[in-house]
Each structure stands twice: as C-alpha cells, then as structure tokens.
C-alpha cells in the first residue's frame, strides 16, 4: 500500500497565515465600527462607543480572549509575514535585467502595496498597542464600594462642559494637592472611629492613585465611574492632536489596504474563487468593504474632536 504523503509544513503555515488574516480582517472591521460611534451620531457624545466598549470590558477572561483571539493571531500573522517580507520578490521596479520587471500587471502592483504596507505595519501595529494599551491607558481605583477610571488628559476648554455631560471629574495638579493637604495631618492611627478610620485611609489611597499621573503644565487627570468614558477620552485626547491625526491616517489607510487586498488573494488561496467572474465579483466586494472601513476609521480620527466631541 503507498503510502501517503506528508503535508510539508510551509503549506501548513501558509493557510494558517491566510486563515488567521481572514480573521484580522473581521476584527478590522468590528475595531473601526466601534471606534466610529465616538464620531458618528452627532449629539450623541459618543454614548454608542461607551456602550460598546463598557460590553467588552465586562467579559469574563478578557485578557485570555485577548490573548488567544486577537494575540496568538497576530503572532502567527506577523512572523509569516515577515518570511514572506524576506524571502518574496516584488517585479513592478528595477529595470536592469536581473530580475523580472512587469509593471503592466495591476495585480502586480498589489503585490508590491501589500509588501510596502507590510513594513509599515509592522513596526505601526506595535506603535499603537504601546500607545494605546500601555502609555494611555486608563488606570483603575477604588474608593469604598465604587470604582474609577483615570486617564491623563491635555486641559482645554471643551473638557469642562463634557464632564457634565459625561459625568466625569477633572482633577488639575492644584486640586490634588488641595485634596491631599488636610489628609497630611491626619494619621488613622490615632483615629477611634472604625468608619471613619476606613474613610480617611480610602481617600488617602484615591489621593495616591491620583499622584500615580504625574501632570506636566497643562494637563488634567479625568476620573470617569466606567471603563468606556475614559476610553473615550482618551481617543479625544489622541484625536485632537494634529500629527496623531497624520499618523492614525496613515495607519488606518495602511491597514485597510493591507486587509482587504488580502482578503482578495485568501479567497482564491482557499479555493472559494477559482474563476475569473468570482475573482472579479470579489473583488468588487472587497473594494466596497475597504471604502466602508476606511470610512468607518477616518471618521473616528478626524471627527471624534473636531465634530463630535469638541465642547
């Protein structure tokens, strides 16, 4: 009996390459949809996204989910990319001889954008999940039974009527000291009083957590009651600064492009679109659904402050 061939596991790693970019692309998708409800709906302050975000943050085992879904992806997109970095040839440049050079191809061009965008994620993915998850990210507290959320923000006028609106506090360096001055002198030691032992060590610890944002001239710690409103605070935040505007631009162009030209080739790579007709349907589908995310992604950078939420 012949016996039967063994699957090499390039091919093995190639369509888990593709699978877990199909995958990518749906979290593209689902990413910028709720990024957009900062932007979108005018007058609604961005109550959809809040929504949105306060429903993830609640999942059990989110950082698992995280990890396993959206982490172990990533890893796995990623380092095959960048084999494919090293070792694919683009054929659209170079007019010498030595290698092949036809740029009267548009899928050739496509080639060549998806390895350009390829770098440029690379070390653009990484940028944002330091930004985004590490450097800005909002920061647990805890006083009594009640939780918050702070995020260090830069002070402008539209801040003070938002906070009414969104029901957040803002606390200038000025306020923290004038809330921890009264707190120098009293030492729960000699207090008697359980309760109120309980209740000045509670404000000391919301005092320290405060203190935990170190604020330069001009900036304002928000203390939100949810994990959303702070979330959307920030994105204002990153949102209103010029040069994050470019870059987040620049980004979001990038990944789309990236994702659904993609989405094109792992179509055919999986055999779902074999002929010339479904080649084309798709990739009809595929340049609508870009257009929609981009759309989706720029309405978040360029609306979230600018319309939405700017006073």
Not at 147 to 162: A, E, I, K, S
Not at 231 to 259: G, Q, S
Request: aromatic share 12%.
């Amino acid at each position: 009996m012949a016996e039967a061939a063994k699957i090499p596991s390039a091919f093995i790693w190639r369509r888990l390459h593709s699978l877990t970019g199909v995958f990518l692309v749906l979290y593209l998708m689902e990413h910028l949809l709720v990024n957009s409800q900062a932007a979108l709906f005018f007058g609604s302050d961005g109550n959809g996204f809040i929504d949105s975000v306060n429903g993830i943050h609640r999942l059990p085992y989110l950082p698992v989910i995280e990890a396993l879904l959206l982490g172990v992806p990533l890893l796995i997109h990623g380092i095959w990319g960048v084999v494919y970095l090293l070792t694919g040839k683009i054929n659209t440049t170079g007019v010498t001889g030595s290698t092949p050079y036809l740029p009267e191809y548009p899928r050739n061009h496509a080639y060549t954008w998806q390895r350009i965008t390829s770098w440029i994620l690379l070390f653009a993915i990484a940028a944002h999940v330091v930004h985004m998850r590490f450097v800005e990210y909002p920061t647990s507290a805890q006083k009594g039974a009640s939780h918050f959320y702070m995020v260090r923000l830069h002070d402008d006028p539209g801040l003070q009527t938002l906070s009414s609106r969104l029901g957040f506090t803002l606390y200038d360096e000025a306020q923290i000291q004038k809330d921890k001055a009264p707190l120098r002198s009293t030492g729960t030691d000699k207090l008697d009083n359980p309760v109120q032992k309980l209740e000045i060590q509670q404000q000391k610890d919301y005092v320290a957590s405060l203190e935990k944002h170190p604020l330069s001239k001009g900036e304002v710690i928000a203390v939100s009651p949810d994990f959303g409103t702070a979330t959307l605070l920030m994105l204002r935040d990153t949102f209103k600064m010029p040069v994050m505007m470019v870059l987040y631009t620049i980004f979001t162009l990038t990944a789309c492009f990236h994702a659904f030209n993609g989405l094109w080739t792992a179509m055919i790579t999986w055999g779902i679109t074999m002929t010339t007709r479904s080649q084309n349907l798709m990739r009809t589908l595929s340049t609508i659904l870009l257009c929609l995310t981009v759309f989706l992604g720029l309405a978040a950078i360029w609306g979230t402050y600018w319309f939405n939420l700017y006073n």
